[in-house]
C-alpha cells in the first residue's frame, strides 16, 4: 500500500494536468483522461465526471449519465463520481503494449451528448517472471572451449517497462556464468557462458539454478533448473547465416503458404553435421500458426493470421547438429493488414418521438462506427443514402450525431427509415449500413379547412322545424384531438336573439337545422358564419359563410286592391257613359300577391257577366273595357265577377265584383235609384231561391228526358236581377258620390253613386240563355274562389265554360228605403 501511494502522487499530479488540459481543448476533443493504477478494488472512485463536465450535482440525475465500458466502470446517479465496476488487469486488456489505457464514451441525455473518456492504466508488479518449462537440459561437448555461449530458454513476465523482467543470475560455481541478452523485440533472454573447461571424466553433470528478477520494488524472481550433460567432443556448432531474419506477410494467407527458410551450417562431418531445426520456447498459440521443416528449415502458415489479433510475430528457431552443439535465430514476421472487415456502425441512443416543430439541428439519433482494420483500410466515412430531412454531423473520434436538417410536417410524412451507411477507404472498400425508424409526433399547426370556400342553399318556405338544410365540412389532416373538428355558428346577419330561433348547428356533423318554419313574405335570404375548430392547444379554427335563400312557395293568394268594398262591406259602382265606344276603358281590376317570381305573376279572369259580350277583360292588365257600343236591349245596368289568379303550382285566386251603371249624368243614375223598391232581407231571399232553383233544375230534368225524341229544348227565360247588393250599400245622409280613385295602377278617374231614401231603385239584368244558367250559387256571400290560371294575354270576353262555377242569387234586388 505504501508503494501504491508512493505512485499515487505523481499520478495525482497527471491527473491534475490532465484535468487542466481538458478545460483547454474540451471543446474540441470533448475528452476525458484519468490515470489509475490496475487492480483496484470494486467501488474506489475514479473522478468526478459531473464536476469534471462542469455539472452540478442536481443535474447528475436528469442527464442520466452512462458509460458503455460497463464491466470496468459505473457512475454514480447521486454524485456523478466514476467508480471501479470490476477487476481491472492491465496485462489482460494491454497485454505487452508499454502504454494502456481504456477508452470508452460516457453518454448524457437531456441534451443528448457524447464524451470520450480515456482511463490510463498504470502498471503495478504483481507477475513474477515465470519459465515455461520446468527445467532446462543441455548436453555440452567436453571439448568445447572457453567463452562458448549457450542461449537458454527466457523466462515471461506479464507486467512491463520497469516491472518488466531485467536480468538473469545463476547460482555460484566455476565453470559457468550467465549474462543477460536483449532480442530484437526488447526481450531478455539469459545466455549461458563457458568459464572453464569441462572434464567429462572428473564430473560428467552440473546442476545449476537459473533466476529471473524484474525491476520492481521489491523485485519478483522465479527460478529453472538446469541440468548439463557433459559429452564427448564434437567441436564445431552450426552457424545461421543471418542472427534475425525479417519477413512480411500479408494476413488471410492460404494455409501452407511459405514464409522464408532458415538456414545454418556446420563445418563437422557425418553425423555431427547433419542439422535439425525446431522452434525454440514459441508460445503455444504461434506454434499452431506456422509449422517448421526440421530438417530443410522451411516455415509455412498453418492457419489464419489476422492482423487484427496480431501484427507481429517474434520465433526462435534452434539449429542442432548431429552432436550436441545448437545455434539459434530470431526470425521476426510482420503481417500486413489487408480490408477485411467491414465496418461497423452501432446505435448508441435515439429519440423515440420526434415533435414535428422540432428546431433545425436537434440531435435525434447518436451512431459510432468502427472499423477493426489500420490505416486507411480502418478510416471510415458514414453518410445517408435516403433523401431525408436529416443529416449526420461527425462529433469526435468514430461518432457521428444524425440532426434534423430540413423542416418536418408529419401530415406530409409520419415516419422516415433512415439508412446510414459507413464505408470505409480500402480498396476494395467494403461498407455497412444499419437502419432506424423515426416517428415523428403531431403538432396542432394545421388550422381546418372547408371543403368549399362558401356555400350556398334554398330552402323552401315552409318548412318543417327541425329539418335538414344543409351540411358544412371542414378538413384537419393533424392527428387525434389536433384533428378533431367541432363546428359553431358565430355571426349572423339575424338578431342575435333571434338566431337561436332559426337555425343551429350540430358541432359533430355540421348539419345545419332549421328551427323554425321560414316564410319568404318575410325573411327572403340570411347569412351565418360558421367555425370549424380543432380540439389542439392552443385550438386553430377557420371561418366560412354559410348563404340561406329562402326560396318561394305559392302560399298566398291574390288581394284585390280596387275594386274596394264599402265600409260597410258591400260592393260600389263605376259609371259608364251611355255612348262608350268599343275599347273605352270602363275600369281596372287592381291585385297584388305577397308571393313572388311566378307564384306572384297574376291573370285576370271573367267568371260571372251580366251581358257576356258587352265588355272585355285584360288578362293582364285587369283593365275592363267596352267591346261593343250599348244596345238598346241592354239593361243599363251591368254586373261582372271577376277572378285573380297567380301563377303558382296550385294556383290560387280571389274574385272581385264589379257593379257597372250605364249613365251619362249622376242624376240620372241616382233619378233611377230612386224609383226602385228598397231591397228586402237578402238572406231570407237567398234561402228562397235556393229551394226554388233546386225544383226548377229537377223539372227541366224530368222534361228533357220526356221530350228528347220529339220536342227540343226551348229557352227559357226569367228576368234576373242583382242579388247581391246589400241594404248597407244605400246612405243615411243621402245621396252623395265617392271620392275619385286615381291610386294603384289605375290611370283614370271613376265616379262611384250611390241612393238612400229611395222607394224604388230596380237593377234588371238581361235574360240569361238556359245552357248558361249557373246550377248552383258559389258567390253570393263569399267574394273569393280559386280558379286555375291561364297564360294567353289578349283581351278576353266572358267565357260560357266558367259560368258553370257561378250563379245569381236572385232574379231581381231592389233597393228600398232604409
Not at 635 to 648: F, I, K, N, S, T
Request: aromatic share 6%; charged share 20%.
Amino acid at each position: 500500500m505504501q508503494r501504491r501511494a508512493r505512485k499515487a502522487e505523481p499520478m495525482k499530479i497527471q491527473v491534475l494536468f490532465l484535468f487542466l488540459l481538458s478545460l483547454l481543448w474540451g471543446a474540441i476533443s470533448q475528452q476525458i483522461q484519468y490515470t489509475i493504477p490496475e487492480e483496484l478494488a470494486k467501488g474506489v472512485r475514479v473522478g468526478n465526471l459531473a464536476k469534471d463536465l462542469k455539472l452540478s450535482v442536481q443535474e447528475v440525475p436528469a442527464r442520466k449519465l452512462r458509460v458503455s465500458a460497463e464491466n470496468f466502470f459505473s457512475v454514480s446517479a447521486e454524485s456523478g463520481d466514476l467508480l471501479v465496476n470490476g477487476r481491472i488487469d492491465r496485462e489482460e486488456i494491454c497485454g505487452r503494449k508499454s502504454e494502456c489505457a481504456l477508452e470508452f464514451e460516457m453518454v448524457a441525455e437531456n441534451p443528448m451528448n457524447v464524451f470520450h473518456v480515456i482511463v490510463a492504466i498504470q502498471d503495478i508488479n504483481d507477475n513474477a517472471p515465470r519459465f515455461t518449462a520446468k527445467g532446462i537440459d543441455l548436453e555440452i561437448c567436453e571439448s568445447a572451449l572457453p567463452g562458448v555461449k549457450f542461449p537458454l530458454d527466457s523466462a515471461q513476465d506479464a507486467d512491463v517497462e520497469s516491472n518488466s523482467l531485467k536480468i538473469y543470475t545463476i547460482n555460484s560455481n566455476e565453470h559457468f556464468s550467465v549474462t543477460t541478452k536483449e532480442s530484437p523485440d526488447g526481450s531478455k533472454y539469459p545466455e549461458l557462458l563457458l568459464e572453464k573447461p569441462l572434464d567429462r571424466e572428473r564430473q560428467s553433470s552440473h546442476q545449476l539454478i537459473l533466476t529471473a528478477m524484474d525491476g520492481g520494488d521489491p523485485p519478483l524472481s522465479g527460478t529453472t533448473q538446469i541440468r548439463i550433460q557433459v559429452t564427448d567432443a564434437n567441436d564445431n556448432a552450426p552457424v545461421f547465416r543471418q542472427d534475425t531474419y525479417k519477413v512480411s506477410l500479408q494476413e488471410n494467407v492460404p494455409s501452407g503458404t511459405s514464409v522464408l527458410q532458415v538456414m545454418a551450417t556446420d563445418q563437422d562431418e557425418g553425423v555431427n553435421a547433419e542439422i535439425t531445426y525446431a522452434f525454440l520456447s514459441a508460445p503455444t498459440s504461434t506454434s499452431l500458426l506456422f509449422n517448421l521443416n526440421p530438417n530443410t528449415g522451411d516455415i509455412t502458415t498453418n492457419g489464419t493470421l489476422d492482423f487484427e489479433k496480431t501484427s507481429r510475430y517474434m520465433l526462435v528457431v534452434e539449429a542442432r547438429d548431429g552432436g550436441v552443439h545448437t545455434a539459434h535465430c530470431n526470425v521476426q514476421i510482420e503481417i500486413v493488414d489487408e480490408n477485411d472487415n467491414a465496418p461497423e456502425v452501432t446505435l448508441m441512443s435515439s429519440s423515440n418521438q420526434i415533435p414535428e416543430d422540432s428546431n433545425l439541428g436537434t440531435v435525434v439519433a447518436l451512431f459510432k462506427v468502427r472499423d477493426r482494420d489500420s490505416g486507411q483500410n480502418g478510416l471510415v466515412t458514414c453518410y445517408i443514402q435516403e433523401d431525408v430531412p436529416f443529416k449526420l454531423e461527425s462529433t469526435s473520434k468514430n461518432y457521428y450525431k444524425l440532426v434534423i436538417d430540413n423542416a418536418l410536417d408529419r401530415e406530409q410524412m409520419a415516419e422516415y427509415n433512415v439508412t446510414i451507411t459507413a464505408t470505409d477507404k480500402g480498396k476494395p472498400s467494403l461498407f455497412s449500413s444499419t437502419s432506424i425508424t423515426l416517428h415523428i409526433s403531431d403538432i396542432n399547426d394545421n388550422v381546418p379547412v372547408f371543403h368549399q370556400a362558401s356555400y350556398v342553399v334554398h330552402v323552401a318556405e315552409n318548412n318543417p322545424p327541425g329539418a335538414s338544410i344543409a351540411r358544412v365540412s371542414a378538413f384537419d389532416p393533424d392527428l387525434g384531438h389536433n384533428g378533431r373538428v367541432s363546428y359553431s355558428i358565430v355571426a349572423s346577419d339575424l338578431e342575435p336573439r333571434a338566431l337561436a330561433s332559426y337555425v343551429s348547428v350540430s358541432a359533430q356533423s355540421g348539419v345545419v337545422f332549421a328551427q323554425r318554419a321560414f316564410d319568404h313574405e318575410q325573411l327572403r335570404t340570411f347569412e351565418l358564419t360558421l367555425q370549424a375548430r380543432d380540439q389542439g392547444s392552443p385550438a386553430l379554427s377557420a371561418n366560412v359563410s354559410l348563404r340561406v335563400l329562402v326560396d318561394d312557395r305559392n302560399d298566398n293568394a291574390p288581394r284585390v286592391l280596387y275594386p274596394a268594398l264599402g265600409p260597410d262591406g258591400s260592393a260600389l259602382f263605376d259609371t259608364v257613359p251611355r255612348a262608350a265606344q268599343p275599347g273605352y276603358l270602363v275600369t281596372k281590376v287592381v291585385a297584388v300577391d305577397a308571393d313572388s317570381g311566378h307564384n306572384a305573376w297574376l291573370s285576370y279572369h271573367v267568371l260571372q257577366a251580366s251581358e257576356p259580350g258587352l265588355f272585355s277583360l285584360g288578362l293582364r292588365t285587369g283593365e275592363v273595357r267596352t267591346a261593343r257600343a250599348l244596345g238598346d236591349r241592354d239593361a243599363a245596368r251591368q254586373r261582372l265577377l271577376v277572378a285573380v289568379r297567380d301563377g303558382g303550382q296550385p294556383p290560387l285566386s280571389a274574385t272581385a265584383t264589379l257593379l257597372l251603371v250605364f249613365a251619362d249624368s249622376l242624376q240620372e243614375v241616382l233619378g233611377d235609384v230612386s224609383d226602385r223598391p228598397a231591397p228586402s232581407d237578402p238572406q231570407a231571399e237567398l234561402q228562397f231561391y235556393l229551394v226554388v232553383a233546386l225544383a226548377l233544375i229537377s223539372v227541366l230534368f224530368l222534361l228533357a228526358v220526356i221530350l228528347a225524341v220529339a220536342l227540343r229544348l226551348g229557352r227559357s227565360s226569367s228576368p234576373a236581377a242583382w242579388g247581391c247588393f246589400r241594404r248597407d250599400l244605400s246612405s243615411k245622409s243621402g245621396p252623395r258620390v265617392l271620392p275619385t280613385y286615381s291610386e294603384g295602377t289605375l290611370p283614370y278617374s271613376y265616379n262611384l253613386c250611390v241612393a238612400s231614401r229611395l222607394a224604388n231603385t230596380e237593377f234588371t239584368f238581361p235574360n240569361l240563355k238556359a245552357e248558361i244558367v249557373p246550377p248552383r250559387d258559389l258567390l253570393c256571400e263569399d267574394p273569393s274562389t280559386d280558379v286555375r290560371i291561364s297564360n294567353e294575354d289578349p283581351q278576353i270576353v266572358y267565357d260560357s265554360s266558367l259560368a258553370s262555377h257561378v250563379s245569381f242569387c236572385k232574379p231581381t234586388f231592389v233597393l228600398g228605403r232604409a
